[in-house]
């Protein structure tokens, strides 16, 4: 069937021939707008040799797109029923299909290095970001399709409403920017909310950052109180490690950037 991009009717005649209906418990959308994976893939800059890990291969749509800009492929996919159906939208190619949970069982990935490229699950797309982003530094680049809502906070600067723990996390492992936005028309089934695709570069990690992330893990679980509160039961003395950072003991949890989290973990390791 060639290693173009499957359109909306191509999509949904192979999903019916091969009996299969998208699961929301999986998070299924599948991507059905050819314009949209060249998008993708030209985000990710993909040259012929790259070693690229896809999670969520789905119909293989966009497997396909790279697969044809030359890369190495190695794509996750949960679900069994897709087996045949991947088999078949594949068939000739460069693509090793993993029928595995990454969200569990992390990505074992060889080499490097390696862009992550995918359409990620709704359901478990940002952890499973996130425990990528810290867990896989052989990934140094990840072109990343999720709620829109998801790309806002990842991309949030602190003291804003979308400013979070994925946030900081992010901004402790890489630099994040906004590639574009993508209408849920693009999508069998449509879901009922936009995407975007995330671009984030990785840097190179402070070894506290784990500290970091786990501080401010803990003043976002309360992010209403002020951070002496917040971080009370995680840390001894909270108020005197914050006065010894030069942070404001009444400042809140979203108030902080990843660099002040950074010199929190930096000031309780060294005393």
Not at 57 to 78: D, F, I, K, M, P
Not at 179 to 208: D, N
Not at 229 to 234: K, V
Not at 251 to 270: P, Q, S
Request: hydrophobic content about 50%; glycine content about 10%.
């Amino acid at each position: 069937m060639g290693d173009g991009p499957l359109g909306a009717a191509a999509t949904a005649r192979l999903l019916d021939r091969h009996g299969i209906r998208p699961r929301k418990a999986l998070g299924q959308h599948f991507l059905i707008d050819p314009n949209t994976t060249r998008r993708i893939v030209d985000a990710a800059a993909v040259a012929p040799g790259d070693s690229v890990v896809e999670v969520g291969a789905g119909v293989g749509t966009l497997t396909r797109a790279l697969a044809a800009a030359g890369a190495r492929v190695v794509a996750y996919e949960v679900d069994e029923r897709l087996r045949p159906l991947l088999a078949e939208t594949l068939r000739g190619l460069d693509v090793e299909v993993r029928f595995a949970d990454a969200a569990r069982g992390g990505l074992d990935l060889e080499g490097g290095p390696w862009t992550m490229v995918a359409n990620l699950p709704y359901n478990v797309g940002t952890p499973l970001l996130l425990d990528a982003l810290a867990g896989s530094p052989s990934i140094t680049r990840f072109v990343v399709m999720l709620q829109r809502e998801a790309v806002e906070r990842l991309a949030a600067a602190p003291g804003g409403k979308a400013y979070g723990l994925p946030s900081v996390v992010a901004a402790l492992h890489g630099t994040v920017g906004v590639a574009f936005r993508v209408p849920a028309t693009v999508f069998l089934p449509r879901p009922e909310v936009e995407s975007a695709v995330a671009v984030i570069e990785r840097v190179q990690a402070h070894p506290l950052a784990p500290q970091a992330a786990a501080l401010a893990a803990a003043g976002f679980r309360q992010r209403r109180k002020m951070l002496r509160r917040s971080l009370a039961g995680s840390i001894p003395d909270p108020a005197g490690a914050l006065a010894a950072a030069g942070i404001d003991p009444t400042r809140r949890a979203e108030d902080l950037a990843a660099t002040d989290y950074l010199h929190l973990a930096e000031v309780i390791h060294e005393g």
